[in-house]
């Protein structure tokens, strides 16, 4: 059994990220995963400056999402951020988007990304150490 860490963040409709029907565009939901990924950084202390601070960069190298309702200028949206520790040197976040004012689910999605040397782009193939005191402070197995 994986186990998991979740946050949970509030993100406002802006009306930049509206066609002009009112409805979001579809790329901008890719963007309130970020928005989950920075809350799960602030709230478990895994930010990407301490990836860098440690020398390292973690690109995606997948994300997909699933769309179920669209969302509107002037909704507001949870963004549930769901971390699956792995023994693979990848991080796996899995999204579900919520309408705010109804509870209705708008969107899933999940994305990987690897560990990279910030200098030669070597990619890692081991958990950094660093990366792995982070789970172990977290309660997370190795």
């Known amino acids: 059994m994986h186990k998991t860490l979740t946050v949970r963040t509030e993100v406002p409709v802006r009306f930049n990220e509206a066609d002009p029907l009112g409805i979001v565009w579809h790329g ?13 950084g602030a709230q478990y202390g895994l930010t990407y400056l301490d990836f860098y601070k440690n020398g390292l960069v973690v690109p995606i190298v997948n994300i997909d999402c699933s769309y179920k309702k669209p969302l509107r200028y002037g909704d507001k949206v949870i963004v ?12 796996l976040f899995k999204y579900k988007l919520f ?10 999605g999940s994305s990987v990304q690897v560990f990279l040397d910030h200098k030669t782009n ?13 789970k172990h402070k977290n309660g997370l197995p190795a």
């Open 99 to 108: 309408h705010a004012q109804n509870g209705d689910l708008v969107a899933t």
């Open 80 to 91: 549930e951020t769901t971390y699956h520790n792995l023994k693979a040197a990848k991080i």
């Open 28 to 40: 901008h939901y890719i963007r309130y995963f970020e928005d989950g990924r920075e809350a799960f």
């Open 122 to 134: 070597h990619l890692h193939l081991n958990n950094p150490s660093f990366f792995e005191s982070w």
